[in-house]
Nanobody
Framework: QVQLVESGGGLVQAGGSLRLSCAAA????????ISWFRQAPGKEREFVAG????????YYADSVKGRFAVSRDDAKNTVYLQMNSLKPDDTAVYFC????????????????WGQGTQVTVST
């Protein structure tokens, strides 16, 4: 079992930055691919970014490339999503996810989900 807890969401103006954190608990938590998904009202949950368990290989959705950066600190069992140059279209609930597929773009193949954290970007 892996438990995931997100934090760091909030309200920010367009062009601003936020850093989300995903704390993972469980004996094998650091063996999983950790990814971020987001879901806006009325839309499907979409992949944002992912990071492998070993080596730190990363993968991003085209919509966030160059603006978002995912990293992990295995000593703290925490994955971060640094979000810069935020746009109103980035407004969504952001979910942390753990799985074993790469790239981790399919939300149907996720093994564990966090509860989500709201990110709201105002104009």
């Amino acid at each position: 079992q892996v438990q995931l807890v997100e934090s760091g969401g909030g309200l920010v103006q367009a062009g601003g930055s936020l850093r989300l954190s995903c704390a993972a608990a469980g004996r094998t938590a650091n063996r999983y691919v950790i990814s971020w998904f987001r879901q806006a009202p009325g839309k499907e949950r979409e992949f944002v970014a992912g990071i492998m368990s070993a080596g730190g290989l990363t993968y991003y959705a085209d919509s966030v490339k160059g603006r978002f950066a995912v990293s992990r600190d295995d000593a703290k069992n925490t994955v971060y999503l640094q979000m810069n140059s935020l746009k109103p279209d980035d407004t969504a609930v952001y979910f942390c996810a753990a799985g074993s597929r790469w790239p981790p773009v399919d939300n149907k193949l996720v093994n564990y989900w966090g509860q989500g954290t709201q990110v709201t970007v105002s104009t």
